[in-house]
């Protein structure tokens, strides 16, 4: 294991930031990386490699990883939505860098915390991270879940969530994204149809993918 760490490094170039990697341990976790270094293109014989696809921030999460296997949001995180940002960031990465572990469930994992901890956190710029990402991944449900109440809401029906009670009619919040987020309508109703299924008919009540509690009732 600490050979990875000996040998010839790598520099990376992710906007203004550099960083050097050690070969072995960069190639080791990234096939994406192994394919860049070791091919016969012009990042294999400079060893370097310029990131357009990522953020300073996002790739720091990926060292983290490469080294730790590890995921700790910095100390500057303070926020629920920042932390959702972080986490879509860095899986976004992840994905494309095609790190070894991905989808990471302990990552996925603490991205549903954060979502069943405070689900008004989530915005339209998660909505659309999310589904940069692969259809089959994780990650993308999960997004799904944390919507489904928000939307069943927007139909009128009485609903309860987290002690909250109404049987008024609001407006789903990601309304805009529905027709302008490829592929959200789809997962979004895919999904619908499948908690519908698992009604409970005699009580009427669906349950939260989240958490399996009741948040509709007809």
Same mark, same amino acid.
């Given at each position: 294991m600490l050979d990875l760490f000996d040998g010839p490094k790598v520099l990376l170039i992710v906007g203004a930031k550099k960083y050097k !990697?050690?070969?072995?341990? =960069?190639?080791r976790s990234s096939t994406f990386l192994s394919s860049a270094f070791n091919g016969p293109f012009?990042?294999? @014989?400079?060893q370097e490699l310029m !990131?357009? /696809?990522t953020t300073a /921030?996002?790739? @720091?999460l990926v060292i983290q990883w490469i080294y730790t296997g590890n995921l700790v949001l910095p100390a500057i995180v303070q926020t629920d939505t920042d932390a959702i940002s972080r986490i879509l960031d860095f899986l976004n990465a992840a994905d494309f860098l095609d790190l070894d572990g991905n989808p990471y469930p302990a990552v996925v994992e603490e991205l549903k915390a954060r979502l069943?901890?405070?689900?008004? =956190? !989530?915005n339209s710029a998660h909505i659309i991270k999310a589904m940069a990402l692969p259809s089959e991944h994780t990650t993308r449900k999960v997004i799904m879940q944390a919507c489904i109440g928000l939307y069943f809401i927007? #139909?009128? =029906?009485?609903?309860t969530y987290e002690r909250h009670y109404t049987t008024s009619m609001f407006p789903f919040k990601f309304d805009k994204e529905l027709t302008q987020v490829?592929?959200?309508a789809a997962d979004l109703f895919r #999904?619908?149809?499948?908690v519908r299924r698992t009604k409970d008919s005699s009580w009427g009540s669906v349950k939260d993918p989240l958490t399996g509690s009741t948040i509709y009732n007809a």
């Open positions: !990697l050690p070969k072995r341990l =960069a190639c012009k990042e294999g @014989e400079t !990131l357009k /696809d /921030d996002a790739f @720091e069943i901890k405070s689900r008004e =956190a !989530l927007s #139909l009128g =029906a009485s609903w490829d592929g959200f #999904l619908c149809d499948e």
